[in-house]
């Protein structure tokens, strides 16, 4: 479903002539199939499932931050802004992301319904975070949240 809205939204870029939209999508979706390629060998025929093109479009986002961060100390501000407009295009395709009163909530949640005591256990906890909420929270936050409350 998710793959569709994208093979949508680039034919309307397409018709629209918005070149960095269209790029942008261009791009998500031959990262979508370079992961399909991928994941062939280990019995996936069908492709991605929508959970998995939600983290792939959050380390798309990620990369983007840290580029414009770059870019950015560099002094090249146009380059930034480009990135930064096109962390808006993928954000079109993710669901609302969560704040940080609700990470925090879902956090303490899954640590309780894991039943983890140690920062050994982190890794459990980040599983489920994943699981339960691909998409929707900033994993690097909630990482810091569980290291916080385990350690």
């Known amino acids: 479903m998710l793959r569709q ?15 960095r939209a269209t790029s942008t999508l261009r791009l998500i ?25 939600l983290g792939l479009l959050q380390s798309m986002i990620k990369q983007r931050r840290e580029s414009i961060t770059m870019y950015e100390k560099g002094g090249r501000m146009e380059l930034a802004q480009q990135e930064a407009e096109e ?7 993710l669901p609302a992301q969560m704040n940080d009163d609700e990470l925090n909530a879902a956090v303490d949640a899954v640590i309780q319904e ?15 975070l994943k699981q339960k909420y691909a998409g929707q929270m900033d994993f690097s936050k909630a990482g810091a949240a569980v290291k916080d409350r385990l350690g």
């Open 5 to 19: 809205q994208i093979n949508d939204a680039l034919k309307s870029a397409m018709k629209e002539k918005d070149g």
């Open 29 to 53: 979706l031959a990262a979508l199939k370079d992961r399909d390629i991928a994941a062939r060998p280990k019995g996936n025929t069908d492709g991605l499932q929508d959970e998995e093109i």
């Open 87 to 93: 962390i808006g295009i993928i954000e079109r395709f």
């Open 114 to 128: 894991t039943g983890a005591q140690s920062i050994k256990e982190m890794g459990k906890v980040m599983g489920a």
